[in-house]
């Protein structure tokens, strides 16, 4: 199963993405990395007046991983409902773009039957 | 600390110029001086706003280009960048240093020439100032308000029409300030039949690539004449929250507007019943529901509903964005949080001729990116109870 990873401090457990220099709630510097798998969509747009490089029209979302995580990310489902279920794929940098420092996130529903997860709980 | 009066405040006009930068700046600081009536006064400071005076027309160094302009040598001098918050963050660099002792005479000035590129070109040097993380997805400023209005649809009830309600009360009162970019009324329907930029926000809901400038002049209240119609600055709070909208933990709260407000609220010991106008940054129609929750106006997702039934409009219990607001007044980013302060002073002065209204206490809400920093001021006309 595709995962992408998300960044929880050794010190409180709360999990980031992207990854910061110093967790928010404690101070400390130190994590370790989990794997975001599952998630829903939280609210999504289609974009018509897009970016350089970037298709249009384009569907944003923001969807909830494990850990209560959210991430903006691409849609990749034509018509996508609110609290439709959600898997992470991490697409390769594209040439006009290797000088971004993240990964581009494509989300795209899964088939009918996956659990959902719930905001702050892993299910892995 | 110091008390810190508004004794000075100007615009330009708002929309296509054909200055650059440092005119524009130049053009509203001398219109600001001779409103105060300070021919000849030297300035101890200068505070200038500004983004991106590098990434649209090459220049850099814009704080001593603006000194040398209009021959302020030897005041301090600097820029302050806060993307869209850089005009506010500059005003309350000048309150600091008046109200610290370290100045005497201070002039903030906010400006940006945004129309020296294209469209297009615009769009991406805005969108610079998102996380890379999140700009890697693809995400504009407005695509994050398209991912925020259908949310505060979804979850709230909100009509599509009670956002277009609010663009059509900015362009109403924009018809009627000189100095904003759109002079024009718009209908419901316009704003519903105009092209999608991101679903379900459209053209209309999103302000407009805009020239322009606005100063302040801010000195001491104890060095002022007794005036029955000066404006003191009674409270001023700023704010932080995540850079990214992924990391909130709610996308329709805006946690920096929230403290940056109660901050501002508790230095001018008052409460939002108290004000009586407020400027907010409606970048996108939605924020303007958002801001007006943030800050206490109306309870979290009510704020669709009072837009909707009028209460905000000129003639409303809580007239907001009476100079037309970022959608009707236009935004050039380092100018707004200026322009927003002036249009206070101005309706505090009872100077806004036909879009006057009844106020004796003011509220500007200048934001930083996407949420990711606020500035709230509070002014007063010090004949006010």
């Known amino acids: 199963m595709v995962s992408l990873p998300a960044y929880r401090c050794t010190g409180c457990g709360t999990v980031s993405q992207p990854r910061r220099a110093r967790c928010r709630q404690c101070g400390r510097t130190d994590v370790e990395q989990v794997e975001l798998r599952r998630g829903k969509l939280l609210t999504f747009t289609r974009v018509t007046a897009t970016r350089p490089g970037y298709p249009s029209p384009m569907i944003l979302c923001l969807a909830e991983f494990e850990y209560g995580v959210k991430l903006v990310a691409q849609v990749d489902d034509a018509s996508p409902e609110l609290e439709m279920e959600v898997r992470p794929k991490v697409l390769g940098a594209r040439a006009e773009r290797t000088d971004q420092p993240a990964d581009v996130v494509l989300v795209r529903s899964p088939p009918a039957g996956c659990p959902v997860a719930a905001s702050g709980r892993p299910l892995t | 600390m110091r008390s810190v009066a508004i004794v000075g405040c100007a615009t330009t006009k708002f929309g296509r110029s054909d200055k650059d930068v440092v005119g524009l700046l130049a053009e509203a600081s001398l219109a600001a001086m001779d409103d105060a009536g300070l021919d000849g006064v030297r300035f101890d400071d200068v505070f200038v706003g500004n983004m991106a005076s590098g990434e649209f027309e090459g ?19 600097m820029k302050v960048e806060y993307t869209s918050g850089s005009g506010g963050a500059a005003f309350r660099a000048g309150w600091m240093a008046v109200a610290s002792g370290q100045s005497e005479l201070a002039l903030v000035a906010g400006g940006e020439k945004m129309t020296s590129v294209s469209t297009k070109e615009a769009t991406e040097i805005i969108a610079s100032l998102a996380h890379p993380w999140e700009k890697a997805q693809g995400v504009t400023m407005p695509s ?10 979804a979850r709230f009830g909100a009509t599509r029409e009670a956002l277009a309600a609010i663009a059509v009360k900015n362009h109403s009162n924009g018809a009627l300030n000189p100095n904003a970019h759109f002079q024009k009324r718009i209908t419901i329907e316009d704003v519903l039949n105009s092209p999608v930029i991101s679903d379900p926000l459209r053209v209309y809901d999103f302000c407009p690539i805009t020239d322009g400038a606005a100063a302040l002049v801010l000195a001491p209240v104890e060095a002022q004449p007794p005036a029955e119609k000066s404006v003191v600055v009674s409270g001023i709070g700023a704010a932080t929250d995540t850079q990214t909208l992924q990391e909130r933990a709610d996308v329709l709260r805006m946690a920096s507007v929230r403290v940056a407000g109660e901050r501002a609220y508790r230095m001018a010991g008052i409460g939002p019943e108290d004000i009586d106008v407020a400027e907010l940054h409606d970048m996108a129609t939605i924020l303007e529901v958002v801001e007006s929750e943030e800050l206490g106006f109306f309870p979290p997702g009510k704020g669709w509903d009072a837009a909707e039934r009028g209460i905000t409009k000129l003639d409303g219990p809580l007239p907001i964005n009476t100079s037309g607001g970022l959608k009707a007044k236009g935004h050039p980013v380092g100018a707004t949080g200026v322009a927003q302060i002036a249009e206070i002073a101005q309706q505090l002065q009872g100077r806004c001729g036909p879009r006057q209204v009844e106020a004796g206490i003011g509220l500007a809400c200048n934001v930083a990116g996407f949420g990711s920093g606020s500035i709230v001021t509070v002014l007063r006309r010090s004949d006010h109870g």
């Open chain 2, 144 to 153: 994050l308000a398209g991912l925020l209005a259908r949310a505060y649809i």
């Open chain 2, 59 to 77: 220049i850099s160094g814009l704080a001593n280009l603006l000194v040398s302009e209009l021959g302020l040598e030897p005041a301090s001098a």
